[in-house]
């Protein structure tokens, strides 16, 4: 693969390397074929019925109402605008946001931010602006999938998967695991690990890190000097757990809202986050990098940006948006709501038939679910044991005209888990339920 026959000198190659190793990496996700064909009641019921993408569809309606209500287009906005960066009234926009829900610790000024057309191009340039090519970020297991790519592909830079055992990859014993790997890593190598990455609230756990465990890891980031990057995409979608009732919850708390002093150089605390997740709007694609110590690292940005410029229109319609109190208070209200009345139907559902899946979740739209241990359950000849029963019971979803994101790809240690995401209306969660059922009983 990635190669013609040259008779006079031998094969010669196509791709680059990084080129071939995005079609290593493509030829093992489906996303996108899963996107072409999406399952509608109307307009393709044929089609395959997403519970796999981290898509929030709960509050769309209203959304796009405020849109179209408050949408007045001029001309500057097919221009460059205010540059690659962000343009003023977004990055003003965005900072009064932050400072009104993510209780910084030092208010978050328009010059601390760079917006970016989402996350994933945000991950990729502090990514390629830290580390040379094969030097490390270290990501704990299980994971977000994408971040494999965001920094790997086009940075050329290594994730450490930090393997948990059992140990809970959000407690303070944790931190002992991600120490072991960077010197792993290092002593093996001989090349640095330059950064940890974060996801706060986590996905795929849907659970908030408690503060012991992240100032344990701006210790050990401060003692090695590595990066801490944060991507609080999910901040905003903490919710009310309404089935495990007997048990405490941890609350969200930022990064920017606290103070580093005695911990970490804030030079090296950096802040993801974006409109796709808070207010279910993956397609406008924007992101924000929140970094309030590092100005250099804003510099090199201006070069990088080009590649991660926000349309104009998105750019116009997120300032809108964030700068609208009462529309924002009221919406991310509702939508926290909406997740936890989804989370409770869908969780009642696993009960009701046995399967197992990960408790204690109050953040997110996904919940982690074994479907493996009840396909064995039910089906006690079969033999198939680790990613091969994985990708058997992914591919029986799929015969059955429905995706659940494989927990291979999001790096668990244990065989037969998948991600399943729940920020849909009712009749879309009891089609995918009954699709799923169907294919694990073998209906």
């Given at each position: ?139 704990s297991k299980p994971y977000y999938s994408t971040f494999i790519a965001d920094i ?56 908030c890190y408690p503060r012991a465990t992240v100032d344990g890891l701006m210790r050990l980031c401060q003692s090695r000097q590595m990066h801490l990057i ?214």
């Open positions: 693969m990635g190669s013609i026959a040259d008779s006079s000198s031998g094969p010669y190659e196509v791709f680059s390397k990084r080129g071939q190793a995005a079609v290593d990496l493509g030829t093992k996700h489906i996303t996108w074929d899963v996107i072409s064909d999406m399952w509608h009641p109307q307009t393709n019921p044929d089609g395959i019925l997403s519970v796999g993408m981290a898509d929030n569809t709960l509050l769309h309606d209203t959304l796009l109402e405020y849109i179209h209500d408050n949408s007045r287009f001029t001309g500057s906005l097919l221009t460059y605008n205010n540059g690659s960066m962000g343009s003023k009234a977004l990055r003003k926009s965005v900072s009064h946001f932050l400072n009104r829900y993510f209780n910084p610790f030092l208010p978050v000024e328009p010059n601390h931010i760079l917006m970016t057309n989402g996350c994933s191009s945000a991950i990729e340039h502090l990514s390629w602006t830290f580390l040379n090519p094969e030097e490390a970020i270290l990501l790997t592909l086009r940075p050329e830079a290594v994730v450490v998967p930090v393997e948990m055992g059992n140990v809970d990859p959000l407690s303070p014993e944790a931190v002992d695991e991600y120490e072991k790997a960077a010197m792993e890593f290092e002593e093996r190598t001989g090349r640095r690990v330059r950064a940890i990455m974060l996801c706060n609230p986590h996905n795929p756990l849907g659970r944060s991507d609080e995409i999910y901040a905003l979608s903490v919710w009310k757990n309404r089935v495990d009732t007997d048990v405490p919850f941890t609350p969200f708390e930022s990064l920017l809202s606290r103070d580093t002093c005695g911990l970490i150089d804030p030079a090296l605390v950096h802040v993801l986050w974006g409109m796709s997740k808070d207010f279910g709007a993956n397609g406008l694609r924007v992101g924000a990098v929140i970094s309030q110590s590092n100005p250099e690292l804003h510099i090199a940005q201006k070069c990088l940006s080009l590649y991660s410029f926000v349309s104009g229109l998105s750019d116009h319609i997120t300032a809108s948006i964030l700068r609208n109190d009462a529309f924002t208070d009221k919406y991310i209200q509702t939508n926290q709501e909406k997740l936890s009345l989804s989370h409770e139907f869908i969780a009642r559902l696993l009960d009701k038939h046995g399967i197992e899946y990960l408790h204690r979740c109050n953040a997110g739209f996904f919940l982690w679910v074994n479907l493996g241990k009840k396909y064995i359950e039910l089906h006690p000849e079969e033999t198939g044991q680790g990613l091969e029963l994985t990708n058997m019971i992914f591919d029986k979803l799929l015969k059955s005209k429905v995706y659940v994101a494989h927990g291979t790809d999001y790096g668990s240690e244990n065989p037969g888990w998948f991600r399943l995401v729940f920020a849909h209306p009712l009749p879309w969660l009891e089609e995918a339920m009954a699709r799923i059922i169907g294919a694990i009983y073998e209906l």
